[in-house]
T-cell receptor, first 117, second 111 residues
Framework: DAMVIQNPRYQVTQFGKPVTLSCSQTLNHNVMYWYQQKSSQAPKLLFH???????NEADTPDNFQSRRPNTSFCFLDIRSPGLGDAAMYLC????????????????FGPGTRLTVT | QQPVQSPQAVILREGEDAVINCSSS?????VHWYRQKHGEAPVFLMILLKGGEQKGHEKISASFNEKKQQSSLYLTASQLSYSGTYFCGTPFTGGAQKLVFGQGTRLTINP
């Protein structure tokens, strides 16, 4: 089945120790997103890729970086995690928006729950 | 630019109906609806693209009033499986391939 896969599902890291979360997709979608979601809040977009074009949100901390080496894979790097970075990190994909049709639906992976100790 | 959802939380008994609203201060051209169960990822429910459009998925339907810049999600004869947090999402104006999500409405269905 076509899907979005995230690894690991649970990640524990130490304060200040770099961590990388990964996302892969078999949907062949051009657009990939990374969201941060804290308890009882809406997903907050960190950045997204349209093919290899990287789009950073204005309020995404510099501590967060991303790489997309090919269509299928995308990585989220947190260079120096702080306690405030503990959250669920969601990867999502979608097809490219066409004029007049609006955005297509997003397919979410199961998420990686990050704990910072 | 974040759409506003109301109510923030709803508690129902199984079989009761609920309405969740999503409104925007900016012009709306389409609205997405997602449901997220506790500890799981959001799951797509439906998209409404045109003013006046209505769609349904089982006993969950939605309407989109472009003039009023709002959408409503209707849950009829709610089932226990409908519990979760419902998010509406609206496309970011400016052509970017991204959604802005509302703050969510937590729906609890009790037996």
């Amino acid at each position: 089945d076509a899907m979005v896969i995230q690894n690991p599902r649970y990640q524990v890291t130490q304060f200040g120790k770099p961590v990388t979360l990964s996302c892969s997709q078999t949907l062949n979608h051009n657009v990939m997103y990374w969201y941060q979601q804290k308890s009882s809040q809406a997903p907050k977009l960190l950045f997204h890729y349209y093919d290899k074009d990287f789009n950073n949100e204005a309020d995404t901390p510099d501590n967060f970086q991303s790489r997309r080496p090919n269509t299928s894979f995308c990585f989220l790097d947190i260079r120096s995690p702080g306690l405030g970075d503990a959250a669920m990190y969601l990867c999502a994909t979608s097809r490219v928006r066409s004029p007049g049709t609006g955005l297509y639906e997003q397919y979410f992976g199961p998420g990686t729950r990050l704990t910072v100790t | 630019q974040q759409p506003v959802q109301s109510p923030q939380a709803v508690i129902l008994r199984e079989g009761e109906d609920a309405v969740i609203n999503c409104s925007s201060s900016k012009a709306l051209y389409s609205v997405h609806w997602y449901r997220q169960k506790h500890g799981e990822a959001p799951v797509f429910l439906m998209i409404l693209l045109k003013g006046g459009e209505q769609k349904g998925h089982e006993k969950i339907s939605a309407s989109f009033n472009e003039k009023k810049q709002q959408s409503s999600l209707y849950l009829t004869a709610s089932q226990l499986s409908y519990s979760g947090t419902y998010f509406c999402g609206t496309p970011f104006t400016g052509g970017a391939q991204k959604l802005v999500f509302g703050q969510g409405t937590r729906l609890t269905i009790n037996p």
